[in-house]
Structure formats: structure tokens, C-alpha cells
């Protein structure tokens, strides 16, 4: 079975940072993209981020280019999010999930931005 | 960016009744849609990829057709268990945008 475990959420004040990481296990890593997703409090499902499979390309959603950067680890099977510049309205549970379409996801870490 | 309509944004039905949710985008997005099902605290869970590909172990009850900007997601016989907030998805092109949700609740 799939498994994505995300870490690292947590409580930050306004223009701080914070990386969070995802570890993918029981799937070829390599050979997927992957995405992160977002979900504000009481909120719809918000695209914040992809990579491709060999990292070579990035894209961003526009509220977060600039600030956030994805990267991965194809040795660690670990998928990373740097979050920089941090906002209130960042505030979210935070998801990684496997294949351009989404097809697995983890069980999301809380990003909590306020002072 | 394309939009992702989703309608209705709330239903209310049976155990029994045949749902359909509609998706409809901006622009044409081929077959890049994919459908998802939430239930509260948790996390969302892939039903649907190329708009009619049923993901492994999702049960058959669950159906999707749609090609361009039209989608459907089709549960034929509601269960309790499928009370749900489902969401549409396109990757057709960057950036990936959702549909605002379709929150089904129990008559």
C-alpha cells in the first residue's frame, strides 16, 4: 500500500519560514511527480506546487512563486516544500500527493502562520 | 488560469438515489480531469483520473464521463458512506486549479 507521510508543520510567525517534508514509501518515487496541496480552515483544496520526477522542472501556484520552493530527494524518497515569507493566509493543512493527477495522498501537516 | 465550476455546490439525497455532479471548465482540457471524495478530518482520496479511469479499489458504484469542458461524477446508488464533499481537478495545464466542491448530505 502507498504511503505518504508528511512532517514538519507547526506554528510560525508572519515572514518566517519552514520546510516541510513528505516520505513516500511502497511505490517507485522516481518515476512519479509530485504535487503539494493545500487546504485552508473551513476551505475547498488549493494546487500550491509540482515537480516532475527527475526534479528537472518546478511550477508554482501565483500566491505562493517567489516564496515556496519544492524539491526532492529521489535517494531518500522524500519530496520537500520550503516555505519562505510566510502569511496568515497560508495558514492550511498541508497534503503531498503522488502522480500528476493526484493519485495518493498523505494525511497533511498543519501550517499554522500567526504571531 | 482555467476555472473549474462545480455544481451543485450542495445536495441533499437518499440511501438509494442515483447523484450526479456536474464539472465544467473554462477552456477545453481534453480528458485531464480527476475527481476526489473528502470526509471530514480526513485526508482528500482519488475516485476518478482521465475523467472515466477508475482508480484502483474504488468501488464501480462511482462513475465519470465528460471529454472538453463537460464532466460528470456519478455515484449510482448512494451509501452511507459516500456523504462526502467531492471536488473536480484538471491538470491539463499549469496552474492545476480544483473545483469549489460538492458537499452531499443526507436527506
Known amino acids: 500500500e502507498v504511503q505518504l507521510l508528511e512532517s514538519g508543520g507547526g506554528l510560525v510567525q508572519p515572514g518566517g519560514a519552514l520546510r516541510l517534508s513528505c516520505e513516500a514509501s511502497e511505490f517507485t518515487f522516481s518515476s512519479s511527480a509530485m504535487n503539494w496541496v493545500r487546504q485552508a480552515p473551513g476551505k475547498g483544496l488549493e494546487w500550491v506546487s509540482t515537480?516532475?520526477?527527475?526534479?528537472?522542472?518546478?511550477y508554482y501556484a501565483d500566491s505562493v512563486k517567489g516564496r515556496f520552493t519544492i524539491s526532492r530527494d529521489n535517494s531518500k524518497n522524500t519530496l520537500y516544500l520550503q516555505m519562505n515569507s510566510l502569511r496568515a493566509d497560508d495558514t492550511a493543512i498541508y497534503y503531498c500527493a503522488a502522480r500528476v493527477y493526484l493519485a495518493y495522498w498523505g494525511q497533511g501537516t498543519l501550517v499554522i502562520v500567526s504571531s | 488560469d482555467i476555472q473549474m465550476t462545480q455544481s451543485p455546490s450542495s445536495l441533499s439525497a437518499s440511501v438509494g438515489d442515483r447523484v450526479t455532479i456536474t464539472c465544467r471548465a473554462s477552456q477545453d482540457i481534453s480528458n485531464s480531469l480527476a475527481w476526489f471524495q473528502q470526509k471530514p478530518g480526513k485526508a482528500p482520496k482519488s475516485l476518478i483520473y482521465?475523467?472515466?479511469s477508475l482508480q484502483s479499489g474504488v468501488p464501480s458504484k462511482f462513475s465519470g464521463s465528460g471529454f472538453g469542458t463537460d464532466f460528470t461524477l456519478t455515484i449510482s446508488s448512494l451509501q452511507p458512506e459516500d456523504f462526502a464533499t467531492y471536488y473536480c481537478?484538471?491538470?491539463?495545464?499549469?496552474?492545476?486549479?480544483f473545483g469549489g466542491g460538492t458537499r452531499v448530505e443526507i436527506k
Open positions: 515537480i516532475t520526477s527527475g526534479g528537472t522542472s518546478s
Open positions: 482521465t475523467a472515466s
Open positions: 481537478q484538471q491538470y491539463n495545464s499549469y496552474p492545476f486549479t
